[in-house]
Structure formats: C-alpha cells, structure tokens
C-alpha cells in the first residue's frame, strides 16, 4: 500500500534552511504520471501548497513562496526533498507530503503523510 | 493568482443534510477537490474530479460544481463527520486550497 513519511528537524533557527525528507513506499517517485506534493499547515490554520514535483522531473511552487523552495526527488532512495530557505517564525506548522496520482492535467493528493511539526524559533 | 472561499463554519443537525460552499471565479471550469481533515490528523480525500469519491469513502459524501460555486454535499451527517473541511483545485499550474470550512454536528 502506498505510505508516505516526512522526516527532518523539529526546531529551526530564524534565517536558517529547512531541509525535509519524504520517504516514499508502495509506488516510485519516477513512475509514469505521479507526483509528490508538499503542503504545510500552520496551528490552526488552513492548508498551504508549498511544491509538487512531478515524474519527469517538472516542479512546480507556489508562486508566493518560490524564492525561497527546492524541491528534488532522489529516485535511488524513493524519496523526495524540500528545501525552504530563511526560515522565519512564521513558518511554524505541520508539513505534509503527499501523493498525487496520474491525473492528466490536474492534481489532488489521496494519500498523505502524517506530516511532521517544525517550529521557528531563536 | 487564483483564490477559493470558503465559509469559515457550517452547522448541522445529526441526520441532516451538510452543505459546504466553494467559490471561485469560473471555478466550473476546474476540476475540485474536497478534503476532511479531522483533530490531529492528516487530510483525507473524501472527493476529487468534483463528484468522484475514493474507495472507502461513505456513499453519504458528494460532491457537484457548477458556474463559480464547488458544492460538498454530506446526507445523514453523522456527529463523526465533525472535521474541517477543504477545498482545493489546481488553477494554471499551481495547486491551490480554500480556507477551510468548520463542520460542527449538534
């Protein structure tokens, strides 16, 4: 069955880069059509779009953020990465990934991590 | 760039019907997704293609979308369907969510 598991540090510094780890089982980040997405959610608050990276390597972001997002995919370890530079406090919340199935020209998510919290702070 | 709205809260009666809003310009044009997101847990897929829903999902979930207004449609809510729900559509390639709306059954 398909899992997804999010891994990184829980307490960043401000200016700092957050590096997180999706670690993917039960479908290939590079097969045919897929897509692994990352969204994060402040406490309390509503979900946010971070990325998506796509099967041939396409990425997208959301345009707000942009400046400061990589995402990759490491298909030897069936993982993928983000990268969200100058970190700030207002960053703090719970980040998912998630899965996007073959979708032609559109995008949703049925299967997501648990996501994992990451808190800004000096 | 593209912006869905939501109510912040609905109420509903046990047994009732549960309607939650999605607007969006031309927002027909896309397709919709709709997420339940419940106390500390991750989101689920409850509808996608604006009126498909997942294996495992209660029939009592649908969905509809027309002119600039997503509609998630919960018949017979139960007090287990009190979450926050999501809406989300992918707009020129970018994926973008609503607000959330609160469901509360009482």
Sequence with gaps: QITLKESGPTLVKPTQTLTLTCTCSGFSVDADGLGVGWIRQPPGKALEWLALIFWDDDQRYNPSLKARLTITKDTSKNQVVLTMANMDPMDTGTYFCAHRPPSGGHAWFDFWGQGTLVTVSS | ?106
């Design chain 2, 1 to 106: 760039s593209y912006v869905v709205t939501q109510p912040l809260s609905v109420s509903v009666s046990p047994g009732h019907t549960a309607t939650i809003l999605c607007s969006g310009d031309a927002l027909g044009g896309k397709y919709v997704s709709w997420y339940q997101q419940k106390a500390g847990q991750s989101p689920l897929l409850v509808i996608y293609q604006d009126t498909k829903r997942p294996s495992g999902v209660p029939e009592r979930f649908s969905g509809s979308n027309s002119g600039n207004t997503a509609t998630l449609t919960i018949s017979g809510t139960q007090t287990l369907d009190e979450a926050d729900y999501f809406c989300q559509v992918w707009d020129s390639g970018t994926v973008v969510f609503g607000g959330g709306t609160k469901l509360t059954v009482l």
